[in-house]
């Protein structure tokens, strides 16, 4: 196994670059302290083994060279920690190795500007494959959610809304969606294509959320409508151009 630490050349022929052959993990970092580092990093572990990926560090050895990154942080700032595993290099062609000697890439990047609020786009140039095992991790191939991103640009929104092939809500393409009703929240079910956040864990257990099919009719007939990753948590003040009324998500305390 190999350990790239921010700007540490990584070889052409990782299959992270040449096929999109890994898992990924973003937490965030305030006060110099890496949020939910544990459950962060299960999961990605966790991740890998779906994928297949041999011969992955433990989780105590991720986490050690993770804080010894963090001494180096500001603590009156926030960032973005990113974490890769991939299956390493490889010969040309898809087929794993039979020897693998994974990678392990981790990249802090400072937070600044971050968005406020979210305006969204139903996309329609791509759908999510809820039948596909990927629907469900964090793998570097990030095609789908970034042909919907294009297209929520150019309709002057900054985040895309994802339907799976049954035409339901799935997700957005950086994080998870929520609805408010009658002073009830919902979220899709993991079985809609849905990739379980780390905030959408815990959001679910703190605030009686509930995981229902949330059809594109009723996305638009919510009263309120609000987004996470684990970053942010942002509420959603317009729909395909539509203004709503962004919700008061003064209750929630997570970061």
Not at 48 to 76: F, G, H, L, V
Not at 172 to 179: E, K, M, P, V, W
Not at 193 to 202: A, P
Request: one cysteine or more.
């Amino acid at each position: 196994m190999t350990f790239y630490i921010n700007n540490k050349e990584i070889p052409q022929t990782d299959r992270s670059i040449t096929l999109g052959d890994a898992v990924f993990d973003t937490l965030l970092i305030k006060n110099s302290t890496p949020l939910f580092i544990e459950e962060h990093i299960n999961r990605l572990i966790s991740h890998a083994k779906i994928m297949r990926i041999d011969d992955i560090p433990s989780k105590e050895k991720i986490i050690s060279q993770i804080k010894n990154i963090i001494k180096s942080t500001n603590s009156s700032k926030k960032y973005a920690l990113r974490t890769t595993i991939t299956r390493g290099s490889g010969a040309r062609g898809i087929s794993p190795p039979d020897t693998q000697n994974p990678s392990i890439i981790i990249k802090m990047t400072e937070l600044t500007n971050l968005p406020p609020s979210a305006k969204l786009w139903i996309s329609r140039t791509t759908k999510r494959n809820e039948y596909s095992p990927t629907s469900k991790i964090k793998t570097t191939n990030y095609a789908d959610n970034i042909l919907a991103l294009i297209e929520a640009k150019e309709n002057n929104a900054n985040e895309a809304v994802l339907l799976n092939t049954k035409n339901n809500i799935s997700c957005i393409s950086s994080g998870n969606i929520y609805i408010m009703e009658n002073n009830n929240i919902y979220t899709p079910p993991i079985k809609d294509g849905v990739m379980n956040g780390i905030i959408r864990s815990k959001l679910i257990q703190k605030y009686d959320i509930k995981e229902e099919t949330i059809s594109e009719e009723r996305l638009k007939k919510a009263d309120y409508i609000f987004t996470s990753n684990s970053i942010s948590i942002r509420p959603v003040i317009e729909l395909n151009h539509e203004k709503i009324p962004p919700p008061d998500l003064s209750f929630i305390e997570i970061f």
